[in-house]
Protein backbone atom coordinates (compact mmCIF):
# COMPACT_ATOMS: atom_id res chain seq x y z
CA UNK A 1 0.00 0.00 0.00
CA UNK A 2 1.20 3.99 -0.16
CA UNK A 3 3.35 4.80 2.64
CA UNK A 4 3.54 8.15 4.62
CA UNK A 5 2.57 11.10 2.39
CA UNK A 6 3.30 14.88 2.89
CA UNK A 7 2.29 17.93 1.51
CA UNK A 8 3.80 19.73 0.04
CA UNK A 9 7.23 18.87 -0.65
CA UNK A 10 8.55 22.34 -0.62
CA UNK A 11 6.84 25.60 0.64
CA UNK A 12 8.66 29.31 0.84
CA UNK A 13 7.09 31.55 3.01
CA UNK A 14 7.57 35.36 4.01
CA UNK A 15 8.83 35.91 7.65
CA UNK A 16 5.85 36.66 9.78
CA UNK A 17 2.96 34.53 7.62
CA UNK A 18 1.34 31.43 8.66
CA UNK A 19 2.09 27.97 7.03
CA UNK A 20 -0.30 24.83 7.38
CA UNK A 21 1.71 21.14 6.72
CA UNK A 22 -0.03 18.06 5.97
CA UNK A 23 0.88 14.50 6.88
CA UNK A 24 -1.46 11.19 5.40
CA UNK A 25 -0.23 8.40 7.67
CA UNK A 26 -0.24 4.84 6.51
CA UNK A 27 -3.69 3.29 6.42
CA UNK A 28 -4.55 1.59 9.85
CA UNK A 29 -1.33 3.20 11.94
CA UNK A 30 -2.66 4.27 14.81
CA UNK A 31 0.69 6.44 15.93
CA UNK A 32 1.91 9.78 14.12
CA UNK A 33 5.04 12.09 14.55
CA UNK A 34 6.30 14.93 13.90
CA UNK A 35 10.18 15.65 13.65
CA UNK A 36 12.21 18.33 12.19
CA UNK A 37 15.15 18.19 10.73
CA UNK A 38 17.76 21.36 10.51
CA UNK A 39 20.32 21.40 7.48
CA UNK A 40 22.94 18.83 8.63
CA UNK A 41 20.85 17.95 12.07
CA UNK A 42 19.61 15.15 13.02
CA UNK A 43 16.38 14.38 14.23
CA UNK A 44 14.66 16.87 16.66
CA UNK A 45 10.99 15.69 17.66
CA UNK A 46 7.74 17.74 17.94
CA UNK A 47 4.82 16.32 18.72
CA UNK A 48 3.23 12.52 18.88
CA UNK A 49 -0.20 11.36 18.50
CA UNK A 50 -2.20 8.21 19.66
CA UNK A 51 -5.29 8.14 17.76
CA UNK A 52 -6.62 12.11 17.69
CA UNK A 53 -4.81 12.77 21.04
CA UNK A 54 -0.94 14.64 21.40
CA UNK A 55 -0.10 12.67 24.94
CA UNK A 56 3.39 13.98 23.74
CA UNK A 57 3.59 17.68 22.89
CA UNK A 58 7.00 18.18 24.58
CA UNK A 59 8.69 19.00 21.68
CA UNK A 60 6.85 22.14 20.43
CA UNK A 61 9.34 24.52 20.07
CA UNK A 62 7.45 27.57 20.99
CA UNK A 63 3.76 28.61 20.64
CA UNK A 64 3.79 29.31 17.30
CA UNK A 65 3.77 25.85 16.61
CA UNK A 66 0.47 23.86 16.94
CA UNK A 67 -1.10 20.23 15.42
CA UNK A 68 -3.98 18.15 15.03
CA UNK A 69 -4.58 14.97 13.92
CA UNK A 70 -8.65 14.38 12.64
CA UNK A 71 -9.55 10.49 13.90
CA UNK A 72 -6.50 8.36 13.06
CA UNK A 73 -5.65 9.87 9.90
CA UNK A 74 -4.87 13.14 8.50
CA UNK A 75 -2.35 15.62 10.59
CA UNK A 76 -1.61 19.01 9.80
CA UNK A 77 1.14 20.79 11.74
CA UNK A 78 0.59 24.13 11.71
CA UNK A 79 3.42 27.25 12.51
CA UNK A 80 1.69 30.94 13.15
CA UNK A 81 4.52 34.05 12.17
CA UNK A 82 6.84 32.17 10.85
CA UNK A 83 10.65 32.85 11.49
CA UNK A 84 13.79 32.11 9.78
CA UNK A 85 14.66 29.96 12.20
CA UNK A 86 11.90 27.89 11.36
CA UNK A 87 13.50 26.57 8.08
CA UNK A 88 13.75 23.15 8.04
CA UNK A 89 12.42 19.84 6.73
CA UNK A 90 9.54 18.91 8.44
CA UNK A 91 9.48 14.82 8.65
CA UNK A 92 6.05 12.76 9.51
CA UNK A 93 6.70 9.29 10.49
CA UNK A 94 3.56 6.74 11.51
CA UNK A 95 3.47 3.47 13.20
CA UNK A 96 0.86 0.82 13.83
CA UNK A 97 1.21 0.86 17.88
CA UNK A 98 2.77 3.63 19.52
CA UNK A 99 4.17 1.31 22.74
CA UNK A 100 7.46 1.12 20.94
CA UNK A 101 7.18 -2.01 19.32
CA UNK A 102 6.50 -1.24 15.83
CA UNK A 103 8.95 0.79 13.95
CA UNK A 104 8.54 4.63 12.45
CA UNK A 105 7.81 4.50 8.64
CA UNK A 106 8.70 8.26 7.44
CA UNK A 107 7.66 10.65 4.40
CA UNK A 108 9.66 12.38 1.88
CA UNK A 109 9.17 15.50 4.24
CA UNK A 110 8.06 19.33 3.71
CA UNK A 111 10.74 21.25 2.87
CA UNK A 112 10.50 24.93 4.54
CA UNK A 113 12.18 27.90 3.34
CA UNK A 114 11.32 31.05 5.65
CA UNK A 115 12.98 34.41 3.61
CA UNK B 1 18.81 13.86 28.74
CA UNK B 2 18.88 10.90 26.73
CA UNK B 3 21.26 11.48 23.58
CA UNK B 4 22.58 9.50 20.81
CA UNK B 5 26.15 10.04 19.77
CA UNK B 6 27.58 8.67 16.21
CA UNK B 7 30.20 10.01 14.57
CA UNK B 8 30.13 12.27 11.95
CA UNK B 9 31.14 10.85 8.96
CA UNK B 10 32.91 7.61 7.24
CA UNK B 11 34.45 7.23 3.85
CA UNK B 12 34.67 3.37 2.76
CA UNK B 13 35.93 1.93 -0.37
CA UNK B 14 33.71 -0.31 -2.84
CA UNK B 15 33.75 -3.90 -1.77
CA UNK B 16 35.01 -3.15 1.70
CA UNK B 17 33.20 -3.60 5.37
CA UNK B 18 31.43 -0.27 6.52
CA UNK B 19 30.90 -0.26 10.18
CA UNK B 20 28.78 2.75 11.68
CA UNK B 21 28.85 2.75 15.29
CA UNK B 22 26.52 4.60 18.16
CA UNK B 23 26.45 5.37 22.11
CA UNK B 24 23.13 5.54 23.62
CA UNK B 25 22.06 6.29 26.90
CA UNK B 26 19.21 4.82 28.21
CA UNK B 27 19.33 1.24 29.30
CA UNK B 28 16.07 0.83 29.27
CA UNK B 29 15.44 0.98 25.76
CA UNK B 30 13.25 -1.45 24.53
CA UNK B 31 14.27 -1.18 20.68
CA UNK B 32 16.98 0.17 18.87
CA UNK B 33 16.78 1.08 14.88
CA UNK B 34 18.88 2.09 12.00
CA UNK B 35 17.05 4.22 9.47
CA UNK B 36 18.87 5.25 6.22
CA UNK B 37 18.56 8.88 4.19
CA UNK B 38 19.37 9.11 1.06
CA UNK B 39 19.82 13.15 -0.38
CA UNK B 40 15.80 15.00 -0.35
CA UNK B 41 14.56 12.17 1.32
CA UNK B 42 12.65 11.17 4.06
CA UNK B 43 14.30 8.33 6.68
CA UNK B 44 14.31 4.94 5.11
CA UNK B 45 13.80 2.15 8.08
CA UNK B 46 16.90 -0.47 7.33
CA UNK B 47 16.93 -2.83 10.18
CA UNK B 48 16.16 -3.03 14.35
CA UNK B 49 16.83 -5.10 17.17
CA UNK B 50 14.86 -5.84 19.81
CA UNK B 51 16.88 -5.59 23.45
CA UNK B 52 17.24 -9.09 24.53
CA UNK B 53 19.14 -9.83 21.40
CA UNK B 54 22.87 -9.43 20.28
CA UNK B 55 22.86 -9.87 17.12
CA UNK B 56 20.58 -9.65 13.53
CA UNK B 57 21.43 -10.18 10.47
CA UNK B 58 19.48 -9.30 7.43
CA UNK B 59 21.43 -9.43 4.29
CA UNK B 60 24.41 -7.43 3.55
CA UNK B 61 23.39 -5.71 6.90
CA UNK B 62 24.74 -7.02 10.69
CA UNK B 63 23.51 -5.57 14.07
CA UNK B 64 25.41 -5.93 17.01
CA UNK B 65 24.23 -4.90 20.77
CA UNK B 66 25.96 -4.26 23.36
CA UNK B 67 23.87 -3.91 26.32
CA UNK B 68 26.55 -3.38 28.74
CA UNK B 69 28.58 -0.74 27.13
CA UNK B 70 25.08 0.79 25.25
CA UNK B 71 26.79 0.37 22.09
CA UNK B 72 25.06 -0.45 18.84
CA UNK B 73 26.90 -1.14 15.48
CA UNK B 74 25.50 -1.35 12.23
CA UNK B 75 28.15 -3.27 9.36
CA UNK B 76 27.25 -3.56 5.96
CA UNK B 77 29.67 -5.82 3.88
CA UNK B 78 30.42 -5.59 0.28
CA UNK B 79 29.80 -2.05 0.15
CA UNK B 80 28.26 -0.42 -2.81
CA UNK B 81 28.70 3.22 -4.13
CA UNK B 82 24.35 2.77 -3.65
CA UNK B 83 25.29 2.87 0.28
CA UNK B 84 26.47 6.36 0.07
CA UNK B 85 23.63 8.04 2.49
CA UNK B 86 23.58 9.37 5.92
CA UNK B 87 23.17 6.25 8.87
CA UNK B 88 20.73 7.50 11.77
CA UNK B 89 20.74 5.25 15.39
CA UNK B 90 17.54 6.02 17.06
CA UNK B 91 16.46 4.36 20.33
CA UNK B 92 13.17 4.60 22.38
CA UNK B 93 13.48 5.63 25.56
CA UNK B 94 11.78 4.00 28.03
CA UNK B 95 10.52 6.98 30.14
CA UNK B 96 6.92 8.24 31.21
CA UNK B 97 5.23 10.05 28.42
CA UNK B 98 7.11 9.71 25.60
CA UNK B 99 6.93 6.03 24.97
CA UNK B 100 6.79 5.21 21.49
CA UNK B 101 9.04 8.56 20.63
CA UNK B 102 12.71 7.55 19.10
CA UNK B 103 15.16 9.80 19.51
CA UNK B 104 17.65 10.14 17.00
CA UNK B 105 21.53 10.62 16.52
CA UNK B 106 22.75 13.26 14.68
CA UNK B 107 23.87 10.57 11.88
CA UNK B 108 26.81 9.62 9.91
CA UNK B 109 27.56 10.34 6.35
CA UNK B 110 29.03 7.17 4.61
CA UNK B 111 31.10 8.10 1.32
CA UNK B 112 31.82 4.73 -0.51
CA UNK B 113 34.49 5.49 -3.11
CA UNK B 114 34.82 3.54 -6.43
Not at chain 2, 50 to 72: A, E, G, W, Y
Request: hydrophobic share 30%; glycine share 10%.
Amino acid sequence: GAGVSQSPSNKVTEKGKDVELRCDPISGHTALYWYRQRLGQGLEFLIYFQGNSAPDKSGLPSDRFSAERTGESVSTLTIQRTQQEDSAVYLCASSLGGQGNSPLHFGNGTRLTVT
Amino acid sequence: GEDVEQSLFLSVREGDSSVINCTYTDSSSTYLYWYKQEPGAGLQLLTYIFSNMDMKQDQRLTVLLNKKDKHLSLRIADTQTGDSAIYFCAEIPNYGGSQGNLIFGKGTKLSVKP
